[in-house]
């Protein structure tokens, strides 16, 4: 074992070894990163359009009328956050539940497992339309097994309100990479842990909750955050459902649909560009906490 | 299956009835004269040839039909190579932004009227003017005055139109063995809104999970409310394309019309929406080709899908029909309208980067597939559609084809062009909440359509003043 | 270990018929692409249920590739998956290590910048990126989708890998830096070995990530069809607006390409086999 003293010297030794390692990435991110950020900061203080030549300085106008004249800057993003709110914790749950059904020693491992993740490699055309049946008010699953259950069928895509719980759903059915990641975080655990556990008497309960969530939480923080910033840029999946409209009453105009209706439809690309400088903000801020308070339950083996 | 002209019986046809005509006249060589000059093109060195990417969306079953009329350049053409680029549909929008900012562009991109004023404001494209004037061609001769205007911005000329910007609204299609079953007369089309009405009371029926069988879906968005405005004697916009129109006492009444007659015989938007839902009318399943629908308000590509989806109800006519857009009875103003231009309305455009013999060649595929009869022609009439080329809807194999013919050809010429602005798709978007808010109850019509109004005006207002 | 009466019980009451009910919400959408995949241009349709096709049409399967050149995009996505995806997997993983266990400046401020490159959304880099690879020439080839994999261009990845090396105890390490190895040589003898399940997720993602990717190829390989993937080979069977007429042909290509990707993953997560023990629920 080394002290603490020892490690520090090592570490100060070696402290630009550690930029070697990430070098490949700092230019990837200088280039693919920061070049579109620069521009984009820049441009969202701009009229651009397309056009090659050197777009009309705004000043904050693009931000002014985000805040002031925008009907759909609040619309979009109150729908993503709906939609946020109700879809990440959805999917996490479920994704945790069921990878740990599948790291139990259960017959057919490999093929329950790789039945659970199937949704996550249907490309994304086939997912919506498949979905689009399945949303149908009369022929559709959904509503068959509602009318089965005695239950009133829903308007899934023709009501304003159903559009997002739709969309939760639709997003649920693909939590197979989260599942994955839980999975790969179980194998982690060292079993003397468990072992230990028994020797002591702890149910499987105790077991879950002193020992695999704790072990887990590093994992669960990373599927929290990755969760976090994708939901609040969902875009793919409700294009190919609602189209760029999202769906009656811009129910499901999610904010980044907002922004690419601004950017490829209407050409307003320093609008746009201004528009996704605010989300950087907002997701940003609420990173920043989540980083912030994740010493509190998240445990790390070197710490 | 009735239609089954061939190229070659099509251009015998079309050339006898197309010799005098302007078209023949201004265009390539027709089809007798083809040979020859191919010949003497083909004593020139091949390593002239000039070879061009031609990027744009006709995929599916048109695919074919382009490479023919790609062919029929080539053999008129030994110069010039064109590659047809046909591209994915989703992310049309980013392919066409990027290819557009690209320093080696596709030498033409097929783009929306409303993307090509964008284009052409941000000075990205080749105005054809200089083109057109040289060879000779007087557009404003050639297509119907609603169709080229669409293509030109602030008077200049970016493209030769195709296919129809018009024809999206000025007719509908209807089915007769749902008239018949509802005790209608299949023969006598509807031809106001108040016998509209009055036949899709008799023909809608309805169940626990919604609509069974649907008399007429009105639509929404800029579009369903615009093509019905113009039946009311009302406008857009004004002419000169600086103010809104649409909230006109005419406009109020076309929108709590469409409301009243959606929640009275639909039972609601979402019924009407869901009736339609997981199908289009190019899949068979669509309720017009399985008698479940009367009316049918679409654009003359209807032709096309007919053909392509339901042969057999394309070959037995007696089961179909055409009408020319029902209209407000009660207003004495108005008439059959329809509205060209307001969305769609498809162009082919030269990026402002693209070299000179790439661009002369461009323009020299553009005028052949936008004038020549074995052309843009060729490629609507094995559509069945008509072609903003008025002489090519002279072809007499079209009515033999359609007896609904000249029912077409009137709702083409009654078509309005809507004056738009590269702010067209904002404000597009904008009417389209409003008419959404009024169907679902959140605002009358008389509010929804003020407010759009004035959102639209400011758009309108911010684009001219800058 | 033997498992308790009870853990046994419990599989057979609660466990497995919980699977088979969730196997069969997971699998009913695969079912009913593949059951559409073999449907007619007549009986195709979204509004029915129908799982057995009348009549069965396996011819789908041999006339998609008279149709369109599937082999040739297969190869092409191949070619782009195997070119970019081991290179990137072992440049996130060194990068990863970093971020996990070597100290250097700023390495925390670096970390949030890492965070931070997940939160611009997509639709506004598109143009910029554009214009680089533009300005390079690359347009129309495979680099654009490649050099940025290899290099890494994946916070998602590197975070990934980061939480996971901070979980492997740091005696492994601390043991090999005693016997002299460098940190080049802690992440390959020590991490490395230690990691193969979150190495099985990140190549399961990468390579399906790359496999399904439609808007890069679309924007960089559009105008070369030689050089096309299959997920625009898909997304060319939707004609004009969008349209589709042909339903089940787009289903037999959904098909193709979700079998190599099953097969993908159930290899890959072989190496997540470390099953935790049952006999600990004892109620």
């Keep these: ?145 509602l009318i089965l259950l005695d239950l009133p069928p829903v308007r899934w895509l023709t009501r304003p309100e159903w559009i997002k719980p739709a969309m939760v759903i639709m997003s649920t059915w693909g939590f197979g990479a989260q599942m994955v990641i839980f999975l790969a975080g179980l194998q982690g655990i060292p079993s003397e842990l468990y072992e230990a556990a028994e020797m002591d008497g702890g149910s499987y309960w105790h077991q879950l909750f002193r020992i695999t969530i704790p072990m887990l939480s590093p994992v669960i923080f990373f599927n929290l955050i990755i969760g976090v910033i994708g939901g609040f840029q969902v875009f793919a ?14 129910a499901g105009l999610f904010y980044v649909l907002h922004i690419y209706n601004n950017a490829f439809s209407y050409f307003r690309l320093g609008y746009a560009a201004a528009l996704s400088v605010v989300l950087f903000l907002i997701i940003l801020f609420f990173t920043v906490i989540m980083v912030r308070t994740s010493d509190r339950w998240v445990y790390y083996g070197d710490a | 299956m009735a239609r089954k002209l061939t190229r070659r019986s099509f251009l015998k046809v079309a050339g006898v009835s197309a010799t005098t005509l302007a078209v023949a006249a201004c265009a390539a060589p027709g089809p007798a004269a083809a040979p020859a000059e191919g010949d003497m093109a083909e004593g020139a060195p091949s390593a002239e040839r000039v070879e061009i990417e031609f990027m744009n969306w006709w995929g599916s079953h048109r695919e074919p039909l382009m490479d023919e009329v790609i062919a029929n350049f080539h053999d008129m053409n030994s110069d010039v ?106 023969e006598t089309p509807v031809t106001t809104w108040q016998e509209l009405t009055e036949a899709s009371r008799a023909i809608t029926q309805k169940d626990d999970l919604g609509v069974t069988v649907m008399g007429a879906n ?23 394309a600086r103010t809104i129109m649409f909230d006109s006492p005419q406009g109020i009444e076309t929108l709590e019309w469409m409301v009243e007659f959606t929640n009275e015989v639909n039972g ?34 209807q032709f096309g899908h007919l053909q392509a989806t339901d042969p057999d109800m394309w070959a037995d006519t007696s089961t179909w029909g055409v009408g020319q857009m029902p209209y407000n009875g ?52 094995n559509q069945g559609r008509p072609s903003p080329v008025a002489q090519c809807n002279e072809n007499a194999a079209y009515y033999d084809d359609n007896p609904y013919w000249s029912v077409v050809l009137k709702s083409l010429a009654s078509d309005v062009s809507v004056a738009v602005t590269p702010v067209q798709a904002r404000i597009n978007d904008v009417v389209g909440t409003v008419v959404d808010e009024a169907y679902f109850g959140q605002h009358s019509p008389a509010d929804a359509l003020a407010k759009g109004a004035e959102e639209s005006q400011r758009i309108l207002d911010e684009f001219w003043s800058g | 270990m033997v498992e308790g009466l009870y853990a046994r019980v419990a599989k057979w009451t609660f466990v497995y018929p919980l699977l088979l009910v969730g196997s069969t919400v997971m699998l009913f959408p695969l079912a009913w692409t593949f059951s559409t995949s073999l449907k007619t241009a007549q009986t195709v349709t979204l509004r029915e249920v129908k799982l057995i096709p009348d009549p069965v049409q396996w011819a789908n399967y041999i006339t998609i590739f008279e149709e369109s050149p599937l082999l040739l995009y297969t190869q092409n996505t191949m070619y782009m998956v195997v070119t970019s995806v081991i290179g990137g997997v072992v440049i996130c993983a060194l990068a990863g290590y970093a971020f996990a266990r070597i100290g250097f400046p700023a390495r925390e401020v670096l970390f949030y910048v890492l965070l931070s490159t997940m939160m611009l959304p997509h639709v506004v880099q598109i143009i910029p990126l554009f214009v680089i690879f533009d300005q390079l020439g690359l347009v129309g080839t495979f680099w654009p989708l490649i050099i940025p994999r290899l290099l890494g261009h994946n916070a998602f990845y590197i975070f990934l890998m980061r939480q996971f090396f901070r ?61 096309w993937t299959l997920a625009l080979g898909l997304n060319a069977q939707k004609g004009f607006e969008g349209e589709i007429t042909s339903l089940h042909k787009m289903m037999v290509i959904s098909v193709y390409m979700i079998i190599p990707m099953l097969l993908v993953f159930a290899f890959g997560q072989k190496y997540m086999i470390e099953g935790v023990t049952f006999s600990g629920m004892k109620g």
């Design chain 3, 167 to 227: 979980g492997i105890p740091l005696e492994l390490s601390d043991a090999a830096r005693m016997d002299g190895c460098t940190e080049l040589g802690i992440w390959a003898r020590i991490i490395m070995p230690n990691s193969k399940p979150v190495l099985a997720a990140v190549g399961i993602f990468s390579i399906q990530f790359a496999w399904n990717d439609f808007l890069s190829p679309l924007i960089y390989l559009g105008p070369k069809k030689e050089l």
């Design chain 2, 81 to 186: 190579q064109v590659n047809n680029s046909v591209q994915p549909w989703d992310g049309r929008a980013e392919r066409a932004a990027t290819a557009v900012a690209s320093n080696n562009p596709p030498a033409l991109i097929m783009t929306q009227r409303v993307e090509t004023y964008q284009f052409a404001h941000e000075n990205l494209l080749i105005p054809i003017d200089d083109y057109v004037q040289a060879s000779g061609i007087d557009p404003d001769a050639i297509f119907y005055s609603g169709e080229i205007n669409n293509q030109r911005w602030q008077g200049q000329l970016y493209s030769f139109p195709l296919p129809t910007g018009g024809g999206n609204t000025g007719q509908y299609f209807y089915n007769k063995t749902v008239l018949a079953e509802a005790g209608l007369d299949p």
């Design chain 2, 268 to 301: 609601g938007i979402d019924n009407a929406n869901e009736f339609f839902a997981g199908t289009s009318d190019t899949s068979a399943d669509h309720p017009y080709y399985n008698d479940k629908l009367g009316f049918l308000f679409t654009g003359v590509w």
């Design chain 2, 218 to 240: 009105l639509g929404g968005g800029p579009v369903g409310f615009g093509q019905w405005l113009y039946g009311n004697a009302g406008q857009f916009v004004s002419d000169d």
């Design chain 1, 1 to 145: 074992m080394l002290t603490s003293m020892q490690r520090y010297l090592y570490h100060h030794r070696t402290k630009w070894v550690g930029f070697a390692f990430i070098l490949p990435w700092i230019l990837s991110a200088l280039w693919f990163d920061l070049i579109p950020f620069v521009t984009n900061l820049y441009l969202s203080f701009t009229d651009y359009s397309v056009s090659t030549s050197t777009p009309d300085w705004l000043g904050i106008r693009n931000y002014r009328e985000i805040l002031e004249l925008d009907p759909l800057f609040t619309k979009s993003l109150g729908n993503t956050v709906y939609y946020l709110v109700l879809g990440v914790p959805i999917r996490l749950l479920a994704a945790f539940a069921i990878a740990v059904l599948l790291n139990l020693r259960i017959h057919a491992l490999g093929t329950f497992r790789t039945i659970f993740y199937i949704p996550s490699v249907v490309p994304l055309v086939a997912v919506s339309i498949i979905f689009f049946g399945m949303f149908n008010a009369r022929y559709g699953i959904f509503n068959q097994l």
């Design chain 1, 237 to 250: 999946s409700a294009y190919v459902l609602l189209g760029p409209g999202g769906g009656p009453l811009n």
């Design chain 2, 330 to 381: 009660n207003n004495s103003d108005a008439g059959h309208a329809g509205v060209a231009g307001l969305a769609g309305s498809w162009g082919y455009v030269i990026p402002a980067s693209t070299p000179q013999d790439l661009a002369d060649a461009a323009y020299q595929w553009l005028e052949f597939f936008g004038t020549h009869e074995q052309g843009g022609c060729l490629f609507l009439f």
